[in-house]
C-alpha cells in the first residue's frame, strides 16, 4: 500500500544546523495494516508522516502509494488517498461554519463514500444517522456552529469526516495530546473502530505508550530518523506496557 524506499530528508541542508531526520528509512506498509509509530521527540515521526502525506519531499528515495510513485507528488494530489488529523483539534474544520455546513464542504472537496450532497433533507438525515454512530449526541446540534463544540467532539466530528470520503490511508499525528484523558480514550476508539469499518490504512503517531499498546497491529519505534524496533501481529499483541517503558530505557 505504502512504501518508502532508501528515504533521506534532511533540514538546513548544508548550513551549520544541518539535521538529518530522516535516515535511509525502508518501510513498507501493507493494505489494512494499523501501525503505530512511538519515539523520543525529534527522532521524526512528524517527519515520516510529513513525507507520505506529501508536505514534505525527501532529499532522495522514493514513495509509492498503491505502486504510484508519488515521491514528488504535491499534497493535494495525495488527498484521495489520504486523509490527516492533527493534534490540534481546530485544524481541519471552519469554525464559524455549522457542524452540517463543515460536512457538506467535506463532501464537495471529494466523493464522499455514500454520501452524495444530492437534496438537503436527505444529506442532512444521512449525516445525522452517521454523527449518531460517534453517541456523543452531536446528532441533534447539526447546525451548531463546530467552533462552538469541545475539542473532543471536534476531533471525533474530524475524524468521521475525513473517513467519509475517498480516503484509504488515515494519519493520525498525536490526535488526542490536546484532550482530556475521557475524551482521548473516546477519540480513539472512535478511530479504532472506523478503520476497522472502512478498512482503512492508518498510522498513528503516539506519545502513550498505553495507547501504543492498546492499538494497532503493528508498532514501529523510530530513533534518530531510523526505525529502531518494528513488531507486529501476535508479537505485537502480546508487548506489555512496561515492555515498551523498557524500549525507551
Ligand atoms: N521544518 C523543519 N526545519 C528544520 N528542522 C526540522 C523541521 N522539521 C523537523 N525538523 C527537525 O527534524 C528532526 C525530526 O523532527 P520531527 O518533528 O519529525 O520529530 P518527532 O519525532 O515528530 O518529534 P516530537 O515527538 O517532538 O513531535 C528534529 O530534529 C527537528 O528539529
Not at 18 to 27: E, S, T, W
Not at 49 to 72: D, F
Request: charged share 20%.
Amino acid at each position: 500500500m505504502i512504501n518508502l524506499s532508501d528515504i533521506k530528508k534532511t533540514f538546513n541542508t548544508g548550513k551549520p544546523n544541518q539535521v538529518v531526520a530522516i535516515d535511509k528509512l525502508n518501510l513498507q506498509i501493507n493494505a489494512g495494516e494499523f501501525v503505530v509509530i512511538v519515539g523520543s521527540n525529534g527522532s521524526g515521526k512528524t517527519t515520516l508522516l510529513n513525507l507520505v502525506a506529501g508536505n514534505i519531499i525527501p532529499n532522495s528515495g522514493s514513495i509509492t502509494i498503491e505502486n504510484n510513485n508519488v515521491t514528488r507528488l504535491p499534497e493535494y494530489k495525495r488527498s484521495k488517498w489520504i486523509a490527516r488529523i492533527f493534534q490540534n483539534p481546530l485544524l481541519g474544520t471552519a469554525a464559524d461554519l455549522s457542524i452540517i455546513d463543515n460536512f457538506r464542504l467535506a463532501a464537495l472537496r471529494t466523493q464522499s463514500k455514500g454520501l452524495a450532497i444530492g437534496k438537503n433533507a436527505q444529506f442532512k438525515a444521512l449525516v445525522r444517522d452517521k454523527i449518531a454512530t460517534l453517541n456523543m449526541g452531536l446528532e441533534d446540534k447539526i447546525e451548531q456552529p463546530i467552533g462552538t463544540l469541545s475539542g473532543g467532539q471536534r476531533q471525533a466530528l474530524t475524524l468521521l469526516m475525513s473517513v467519509m470520503d475517498t480516503c484509504k490511508i488515515l494519519l493520525l499525528d498525536e490526535p488526542t495530546a490536546a484532550l482530556d484523558p475521557r475524551s482521548a480514550e473516546n477519540v480513539l476508539r472512535i478511530a479504532d473502530d472506523l478503520i476497522k469499518e472502512y478498512k482503512l490504512t492508518a498510522v498513528l503517531v503516539t506519545h502513550n505508550l498505553k495507547d501504543a499498546g492498546n492499538y494497532g497491529s503493528r508498532i514501529i519505534q523510530m530513533g534518530e530518523g531510523q526505525i529502531l524496533k518494528d513488531v507486529a501481529g501476535e508479537e505485537k499483541y502480546n508487548l506489555k506496557q512496561n515492555d515498551l517503558y523498557d524500549w525507551f530505557g
